[in-house]
């Protein structure tokens, strides 16, 4: 296969995932769908990434998601 869709294979997947990341933290539904309103928060996110709380911020999300992946697991798990 083509180098090109290869490439363009695993950008759409990404892109699918992280869609559904927006979608399973309920993001979609609690802004009632509105595109502005989540983009507006993701370039929050995005500043703040940006500032001098970036590791701070990172730390915590990623241990809240980590969390989170985990109880869904178990939650799934018969």
Known sequence: ????????RERTRQL???GGLVVK????????DDRAA?????L???DRLR???RSNAL?????KGKRAF??????STP
Request: proline share 0%; no cysteine; charged share 35%.
């Open 70 to 75: 985990e109880a869904e697991k178990e939650a």
């Open 1 to 8: 296969m083509r180098d090109w869709r290869v490439k363009r």
């Open 38 to 42: 989540l983009y507006g928060a993701l």
């Open 16 to 18: 699918i995932e992280l």
């Open 51 to 53: 500032g001098e709380e």
């Open 59 to 63: 730390a915590i999300w990623q241990r």
């Open 44 to 46: 929050t996110v995005a």
């Open 25 to 32: 933290a309920g993001l979609v539904d609690l802004t009632d």
